[in-house]
């Protein structure tokens, strides 16, 4: 039975706990039993939330009581060491902020607490979030559960891990530039960045620049990531930047009426592709052919001409460096390579920020008239499967580049706040996950889920987990 609890999905995972077939105290334990033999290993787990037995057991008097519940009554969650967590350590990956404990929830935390959820724990990440490898100097390296020699990326790797491990059914993660997606691809789990402004960053850190980072959840299923996402989204009242209402806008593509419109591509600016990669993002491409889709190869040119990864690096890095300056001022002993690295080069010229501001625009125009024509766009979430811990160099398609490239598909949805989401398709031949990544238009969240369920149902890789 244990075995079942940690593999099945939240939503799940409530209906057992409802329908009373299952207690909250027997799937809480069960997912604690397997964070202690799993993290050992994985490292994904950075601090236990005290009282998550306890909060099962009033989770089920409440039934007993035949009191009224919530979706995810009863159900454990863990969330990013950078959500703050009320009376729980949040210390952001950091030793400058070991110790530390909030006072108050996230708002993203809240919202899955008051929707009758329980905090299990919190995850790793790097320091401050700003890295594609889940490792800092207060609680060492998280590892992927596939293959404890490979990564399970960042920011969000530690949430990843724990989800894959079977030691969580549902996290929340937040996405700078691929912290959600490129996990959930290298573990072999779902995440969906949505867009810009739909779940409010109240509460997590950093925040700044907002325009950039993304609340998003972070499942073993599709179903799960609509759950929490109608759960989360909407504004509170404190990030002015979450100001859309909460409907759930059923967008393009759910119509009954038309076939879901769908281009996809594996290179129209990408960089090189690993081949396998390609493969499974062209393998998708046909299964939703074969279920009624129409599907097209496209290409992009503003992806050709304007890299976005440049522009990410022109304007956010300037931006964040005000924030950086004032955490770490008088505590630069205790400051990791990455923030030293950020905080040690140049400014940005000011000319070459106006011109990639523009490079942005353009970017959200060819974006725009895309999705006049089409409801989807289908691409690859990481340009390779997980690669090895610390890599400098990627070999790519027989190509060397930076290890900043694995951002390349992921990081245009960041700059343009289009909501994209991660879905495992594939398989490498060494075994590891592959993702694939959809992406469609503003507001159109429900777009990319339903055709999300839809390619997951076709999935040749459902329900498989890592043997650890």
């Known amino acids: 039975m244990t075995t079942e609890l940690i593999h099945r999905d939240a939503s799940g995972l409530a209906e057992l706990i409802r329908d009373r077939k299952v207690s909250s105290v027997e799937v809480v334990r069960a997912h604690l039993d397997r964070i202690e033999a799993a993290d050992p290993k994985v490292n994904a787990i950075v601090t236990l939330a005290d009282g998550a037995l306890e909060a099962a057991k009033a989770a089920d008097a409440a039934l007993a009581a035949g009191v009224a519940v919530g979706p995810l009554h009863g159900v454990p969650f863990t969330a990013k060491d950078s959500f703050d967590t009320a009376g729980v350590l949040t210390?952001?990956?950091?030793?400058?902020?070991?110790?530390?404990?909030?006072?108050?929830?996230?708002?993203?935390?809240?919202?899955?607490?008051?929707?009758?959820?329980?905090l299990l724990a919190k995850t790793n990440l790097p320091e401050f979030s700003y890295s594609t490898e889940s490792d800092n100097l207060l609680t060492g390296r998280t590892n992927n559960p596939w293959n404890l020699g490979r990564t399970p990326g960042g920011s969000s790797g530690g949430e990843s891990a724990a989800i894959a491990a079977g030691m969580s059914p549902l996290g929340l993660g937040s996405d700078l530039a691929i912290s959600v997606r490129g996990p959930a691809a290298h573990t072999g789990i779902a995440a969906l960045k949505p867009t810009h402004g739909r779940i409010p960053m109240t509460g997590v850190w950093p925040r700044a620049p907002r325009r950039d980072w993304h609340v998003g959840p972070m499942a073993r299923t599709v179903r799960d990531l609509a759950?929490?996402?109608?759960?989360?989204?909407?504004?509170?009242?404190?990030?002015?930047?979450?100001?859309?209402?909460?409907?759930?806008?059923?967008?393009?593509?759910?119509?009954?009426?038309?076939?879901?419109?769908?281009?996809?591509l594996v290179d129209s600016g990408l960089g090189p592709i690993d081949p396998e990669v390609a493969a499974t993002v062209r393998?998708?491409?046909?299964?939703?052919?074969?279920?009624?889709?129409?599907?097209?190869?496209?290409?992009?040119?503003?992806?050709?001409?304007?890299?976005?990864?440049?522009?990410?690096?022109?304007?956010?890095?300037?931006?964040?460096?005000?924030?950086?300056?004032?955490?770490?001022?008088?505590?630069?002993?205790?400051?990791?390579?990455?923030?030293?690295?950020?905080?040690?080069?140049?400014?940005?010229?000011?000319?070459?920020?106006?011109?990639?501001?523009?490079?942005?625009?353009?970017?959200?125009?060819?974006?725009?008239?895309?999705?006049?024509?089409?409801?989807?766009?289908?691409?690859?979430?990481?340009?390779?499967?997980?690669?090895?811990?610390?890599?400098?160099?990627?070999?790519?398609?027989?190509?060397?580049?930076?290890?900043?490239?694995?951002?390349?598909?992921?990081v245009p949805f960041n700059l343009t706040g289009l909501p994209a989401l991660s879905l495992r398709f594939g398989t490498s031949g060494e075994g590891l996950p592959i993702g694939v990544q959809l992406a469609a238009g503003w507001h159109c969240e429900s777009t990319v889920l339903h055709t999300a369920s839809l390619l997951e149902s076709l999935s040749p890789v459902r329900d498989q987990h890592p043997a650890m």
Do not use: C
């Not at 400058?96 to 329980?118: C, E, M, Y």
């Not at 097209?296 to 950086?324: G, K, S």
């Open 227 to 264: 759950l929490a996402y109608a759960l989360l989204s909407g504004p509170d009242g404190a990030d002015g930047l979450a100001s859309v209402p909460r409907e759930f806008d059923a967008g393009l593509g759910t119509s009954p009426d038309r076939p879901v419109r769908v281009g996809w």
């Open 283 to 410: 393998d998708a491409a046909e299964a939703l052919r074969s279920a009624g889709a129409e599907v097209d190869a496209v290409d992009i040119p503003a992806l050709e001409r304007d890299n976005p990864l440049d522009l990410f690096y022109r304007q956010h890095v300037m931006e964040v460096r005000p924030a950086f300056r004032e955490a770490t001022a008088g505590h630069e002993d205790r400051m990791g390579r990455v923030s030293k690295h950020m905080l040690a080069g140049p400014d940005t010229p000011l000319h070459d920020y106006v011109l990639a501001e523009q490079g942005v625009e353009r970017l959200r125009d060819a974006f725009a008239a895309y999705f006049q024509r089409y409801d989807i766009l289908l691409l690859p979430v990481l340009p390779v499967p997980a690669h090895g811990h610390g890599a400098a160099r990627l070999t790519v398609d027989g190509r060397t580049v930076n290890a900043a490239h694995i951002q390349t598909a992921t």
């Open 91 to 118: 210390q952001r990956g950091s030793p400058i902020f070991a110790g530390r404990v909030p006072d108050r929830d996230a708002t993203s935390v809240a919202r899955l607490k008051r929707a009758g959820a329980i």
